[in-house]
């Protein structure tokens, strides 16, 4: 049943009213300055947020690369090359250009991502760096006549620093005292093989006793003595010996490697002969010792008769997608003609490694390099010239125009440049007496030339008039055949 309420009759609560409740205050802000406090607020926040993101994305390779080195074991044999795929892929996901690097280039933008600081030098900084040949080790003393604390050093290493080799010619007795140190046959001689390790962290310096005061120190897992007798052979008649080249011929390809290239004599007019009948030569055969590739013999015992076939594989394309190049993955691979046996290379090419083909009795040392003029390899790349005569008696009729001019102080035939960019240290412009790089030509006169005008082969700097202070050449090269067959850099 409904209850209907009555007012109350007394007149003390006739007058009794529900309470007021007042409007509740929003959150939002109620002035213009909170709001514009607010979106700066939103907007740090989310530009915070993507920054977090994206540092996240971009390190994405450090983590993966680092899980991969995690696992590599240093007692694997391929720990190295799987390590070197790891530092390569990382260099190209940072900058795709990276892919085609290969040797000192590839090293030094390895570098290029240490930090140097300022009580280091950028050597001691380098953990790639490989310009280490000698290594001296420093202990202290006291001095008897001050009692101060002197260093002396100890040289440890003196080595060529010319890559990995695992062949080696013994013929001297380092110990012996006579005349003649030639090995003794019959006699056993005792070596060891000994891995060390280099670390420099900054420089010794003997007068104040900082830095590193033992860059060498020993491997402990090598520690065996081996035992040598040198015997002639006489049992069978060798048709070898160790460090004989067989006779290269190259199919395809181009490069010379730091090897001074020569062809064989008959070479020259066969080349000539299939360019008058627009053909290309049937390969090109060189000398020994003179071919852009390096197999010797180093048993020659193990060498047997055949032909083989050597090749590059693993080719990339440049960062335009326009041209082929051998990144520094490639390999090589030899194969057997005669009955299709086929050996792949340990390493890339983009190391200096000898490496042995135990069972025909040859190593193979093949490794990319730079060209001449990047500031990468000894001496810029230069190999070195030579003019030969048939008739060394005959008229020496092929003369030209030296560096400097004819030397009677007039500037008019200077026409090298004095310094170039590409070659600071002149290690291509001295390779030579006649034959210089085109590119170190001059194009414009400098300003301390007197007279303002001179001759030069190289195409002037704006291609100007005729009458312009430089006297126009155009593009012509005297004997341009004659330069790329003589000068080999």
């Given at each position: ?237 060798l048709l070898s010996n160790y460090g004989d080249v067989p006779s290269l011929t190259r199919l395809d390809g181009v490069g010379s490697g730091l090897t001074f290239i020569d062809m064989e ?115 810029n790349g230069a190999v070195g010239s030579t003019l030969e005569y048939d008739d060394v008696n005959g008229s020496l009729w092929m003369t030209a125009i030296p560096d400097g001019g004819l ?83």
């Amino acid at each position: 049943m409904a209850v209907e309420h009555t007012p109350p009759s007394t007149y003390i609560l006739r007058e009794l009213h529900d309470v007021a409740i007042p409007d509740s205050v929003s959150w939002a802000p109620q002035t213009i300055g909170w709001k514009i406090l607010g979106v700066i607020l939103l907007l740090v926040a989310i530009y915070l947020a993507y920054r977090l993101a994206q540092k996240w994305w971009n390190n994405r390779y450090r983590k993966e690369a680092l899980q991969e080195l995690m696992v590599l074991d240093a007692r694997d044999k391929n720990s190295t090359e799987r390590t070197f795929k790891v530092l390569k892929v990382v260099l190209r996901y940072l900058d795709s250009s990276n892919a085609k690097l290969f040797g000192k280039a590839y090293v030094n933008r390895l570098n290029a991502y240490l930090p140097v600081s300022a009580n280091t030098s950028e050597n001691s900084n380098a953990f790639f760096a490989d310009e280490v040949s000698e290594l001296w080790n420093w202990t202290s003393q006291i001095s008897p006549i001050s009692s101060a604390i002197i260093y002396a050093p100890t040289r440890k290493v003196v080595g060529a620093n010319i890559g990995m080799k695992n062949t080696l010619s013994i013929t001297e007795d380092q110990f012996a005292t006579g005349a003649d140190p030639r090995l003794v046959n019959h006699k056993t001689y005792y070596y060891m093989s000994l891995a060390y390790g280099f670390n420099e962290y900054a420089k010794f310096e003997e007068d104040t006793g900082t830095g590193q005061p033992r860059p060498y120190i020993e491997g402990r897992g090598n520690i065996k003595t081996y035992a040598y007798t040198p015997r002639p052979i006489v049992y069978q008649e060798l048709l070898s010996n160790y460090g004989d080249v067989p006779s290269l011929t190259r199919l395809d390809g181009v490069g010379s490697g730091l090897t001074f290239i020569d062809m064989e004599d008959d070479m020259y007019d066969k080349i000539l002969e299939a360019s008058v009948n627009g053909n290309a030569a049937d390969g090109v055969t060189y000398k020994k010792n003179a071919g852009p590739v390096n197999v010797k013999i180093y048993n020659p015992l193990d060498v047997k008769e055949g032909t083989f076939r050597l090749e590059l594989f693993g080719t990339e394309l440049d960062e335009n997608n326009s041209t082929n190049f051998l990144g520094g993955d490639a390999r090589w691979r030899l194969t057997n003609i005669d009955d299709g046996d086929v050996i792949e290379s340990d390493t890339t090419i983009d190391v200096s490694a000898e490496q042995i083909v135990e069972k025909y009795g040859f190593s193979i040392e093949l490794n990319q390099i730079a060209e001449p003029g990047e500031l990468r390899e000894v001496n810029n790349g230069a190999v070195g010239s030579t003019l030969e005569y048939d008739d060394v008696n005959g008229s020496l009729w092929m003369t030209a125009i030296p560096d400097g001019g004819l030397g009677n102080g007039d500037r008019l035939f200077d026409w090298v440049a004095n310094t170039v960019a590409q070659d600071p240290e002149n290690d291509l412009k001295e390779v030579s007496d006649v034959f210089y790089p085109f590119s170190m030509a001059r194009y414009a006169p400098p300003s301390e030339l007197e007279p303002s005008f001179y001759v030069t082969p190289a195409w002037k700097q704006g291609q100007g008039f005729l009458l312009d202070p430089v006297i126009q050449f155009g593009d012509l090269l005297l004997n341009q055949d004659l330069n790329l067959s003589l000068i080999h850099i």
